[in-house]
């Protein structure tokens, strides 16, 4: 029995890190079919569009980012230049702006 044991654990060390080709298979089949969605962007981020954009809305959240509508589609845009040291007074400044 511990013969077999261990020959079932040397198998194991074997297979392990290499890949079910129908496993991979259907990985890039799911890949693909999730990069195909259009998916709407944070309920956040679409609510700050509503209201007329990143321009009219003073967005104190903290986020380092938001999603800015892009023609027809939609796009990731940072807050303020991480390396600047806006990101620490970021939602002061926006409230600031607000009132």
Known sequence: AVQRLRAE???DAEAAGQADPEC???KARLLQAAA?????????DLLIDECGGAAAVAEMT???ARVVRQGRGWASQPRAKPESGEMEALNVTERNAFM
């Open 9 to 11: 654990a040397a198998a």
């Open 24 to 26: 991979e298979v259907a």
């Open 36 to 44: 195909e969605l259009e998916l709407p962007p944070a309920a956040l």
């Open 62 to 64: 903290g986020r380092k």
